[in-house]
């Protein structure tokens, strides 16, 4: 079988700027930014004066995000928050704001904007340092891969404040730990620090103190990056269904994979 192609994913080869420590944005209402590593896009939230909570605005700048060009033509993408937090939440103060309706607004939006983040056909990282919590850790768990430093916590504190983490988060979280873990975490509210979340599965690796995260979540998009781009995305579409659809439909979708692969290799 003939490989598909696409750009380089060396250096130097993609747009924007390629510096990649994390000047926090110090506005209150924060942005989210999109640079280039070559093939690699970078998506950061910057809100760090509120721990990256996810406003309504920040959501939709997320969303913006995910649809740049500088995202959708990339070999693979990594999102973080920055070295300090990944993000904290939902924005409480704006919660606190809305009415119940509003809130189930919200959290449609927020999850359809994690879902197309998840619907991206390159695959992601996410490289989480500091508070990684509710809407944070639905963002995280969109992602096909997660890294994380030892300053990492998880929680889904949503519950304890009367709603759910219902932008996809029940639904991932129960795939990726299983029920028990999930009914752990979400009914109790409780922190978990990233030794934990690594012993759970819920995060592939953790790096050595000090060590920083997104340069080890940009080592990995990198491996991923320089396989074959339409390879990558049949496989990561079969792994989503051999994990949401029944067997004998995840299996026939496998073998159409296969087939879709072989037939674009002869084309
Ligand atoms: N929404 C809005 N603002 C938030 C926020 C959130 N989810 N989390 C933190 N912030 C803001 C704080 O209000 C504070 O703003 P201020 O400096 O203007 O007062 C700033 O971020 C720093 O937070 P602070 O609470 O001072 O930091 P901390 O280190 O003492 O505590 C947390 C960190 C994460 C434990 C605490 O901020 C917290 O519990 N946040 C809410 C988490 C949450 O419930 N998320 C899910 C919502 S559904």
Known sequence: MTPDTGPGTGPGTGTGTTDRDDSPDTSRRGTVETRRHGGIAVI????????????????SALL????????????????????RVFS????????????????????RASGSVYETFAALPQPT???ISGYCLGGGL???????????DPTASFGLPEVGIGILPSS??????????????????????????????????????????????????????????????LALSVAKQVITAATDAPRE???????????????????
Do not use: F
Not at 94 to 105: G, H, K, Q, V
Not at 186 to 202: F, I, K, P, S
Not at 249 to 267: D, K, M, P, V
């Open 168 to 229: 996809g988060g029940v639904t991932r979280l129960v795939r990726a730990v299983g029920p028990a873990r999930t009914r752990d975490l979400v009914l109790r509210c409780r922190r978990m620090d990233a030794a934990e979340a690594y012993a759970w599965g819920l995060v592939g690796e953790v790096t050595d103190p000090g060590a920083p995260c997104l340069e080890r979540a940009l080592e990995i998009a990198a491996e991923m990056a320089a396989h074959p781009p």
């Open 88 to 107: 904290a939440g939902a924005d409480t103060t704006e919660l606190r704001e809305m009415t119940t309706e509003s809130i189930a607004a919200y959290y």
């Open 44 to 59: 950061a939230l910057r809100r760090t004066a509120k721990l990256n909570a996810l406003s309504a605005h920040l959501e």
């Open 249 to 267: 439909s995840a299996l026939l979708l496998e073998q159409l994979g296969y087939a879709a692969l072989n037939a674009a290799s002869h084309r």
């Open 125 to 127: 990282v996410a490289a």
């Open 64 to 83: 913006d995000a995910v649809r740049s060009k500088e995202v959708t033509t990339s070999r693979a993408v990594v999102v973080t928050g920055g070295p």
């Open 138 to 148: 639905e963002l995280a768990l969109a992602a096909d891969i997660r890294v994380a």
